[in-house]
């Protein structure tokens, strides 16, 4: 069973920067691609980024291009997501995902039904 806990939500103002962590176990974390979502109240749950589990490719929404950036450190079974000039239209509970697939297409990885593991979500909150 994979488990996984995120950390690092907040209250931030806009403009500001959050980092979201997210601590794996359970499973080789290496052989996983990891995915964040987001979803704010009344929407559907939305795509991030996510990060390859071989090549360590990474993956934006158009939304997030250029203000995030997804990374992951094996050595500690941890993504991160570091949010820099946020906006009021990215408060959102943030959940991180994990199963092992290779992408076929980078469509894949937006898709919430390729991951089995979620963690339990994280508010972030950006104020105007």
């Known amino acids: 069973q994979v488990q996984l806990v995120e950390s690092g939500g907040g209250l931030v103002q806009a403009g500001g920067s959050l980092r979201l962590s997210c601590a794996a176990s359970?499973?080789?974390?290496?052989?996983?691609?990891m995915g964040w979502f987001r979803q704010a109240p009344g929407k559907e749950r939305e795509f991030v980024a996510a990060?390859?589990?071989?090549?360590?490719?990474?993956y934006y929404a158009d939304s997030v291009k250029g203000r995030f950036t997804i990374s992951r450190d094996n050595a500690k079974n941890t993504v991160y997501l570091q949010m820099n000039s946020l906006k009021p239209d990215d408060t959102a509970i943030y959940y991180c995902?994990?199963?092992?697939?290779?992408?076929?297409?980078?469509?894949?990885?937006?898709?919430?039904?390729?991951?089995?593991?979620w963690g339990q979500g994280t508010q972030v909150t950006v104020s105007s």
């Open positions: 359970g499973r080789t974390f290496s052989s996983t691609t």
């Open positions: 995902a994990s199963d092992e697939f290779v992408p076929a297409s980078d469509s894949d990885v937006q898709l919430p039904n390729q991951y089995n593991y």
């Open positions: 990060i390859g589990r071989l090549s360590g490719r990474t």
